[in-house]
């Protein structure tokens, strides 16, 4: 499986930006998905996770209430939505995938180690 993260860029604070990751490859068993983070100096953060069905959810604490996530399974894409961007939330960002659809279709998992597929990350910075 080949994830490709795009959508990153430049955002003044306040702003909006969206993420979406493609899923290629043999996603067959691809169950759940997640976005993580990486600022500069910092170790990944989970951001959002998704279960297959996409009935469940779940946000950290810096980002519930600013950031939704959603997917498309006909299109095996995932996306981020993230609103009032904050010079906090500059980061790579990468998604991740399980290949747990077998075990669940409604679990996800907020540990970076759950997580078998990783894209190469996208850059998002936000200007103050």
């Known amino acids: 499986v080949q994830l490709q993260a795009s959508g990153g860029g430049l955002v003044q604070a306040g702003g909006s930006l969206g993420l979406s990751c493609a899923a290629s490859?043999?996603?067959?068993?691809?169950?759940?998905m997640g976005w993580f983070r990486q600022a500069p100096g910092k170790e990944r953060e989970f951001v959002a996770a998704?279960?297959?069905?996409?009935?469940?959810?779940g946000y950290s604490d810096f980002v519930k209430g600013r950031f939704t996530i959603s997917r498309d399974n006909t299109i095996d894409t995932l996306y981020l939505q993230m609103n009032a961007l904050i010079p906090e939330d500059t980061a790579l960002y990468y998604c991740a995938a399980a290949r747990d659809r077998i075990l669940s279709a409604n679990y996800y998992s907020t540990q970076p180690t759950f997580y078998e597929y990783w894209g190469q990350g996208t850059l998002v910075t936000v200007s103050s």
């Open positions: 998704i279960s297959f069905s996409g009935t469940n959810t």
């Open positions: 490859g043999r996603t067959g068993g691809v169950g759940s």
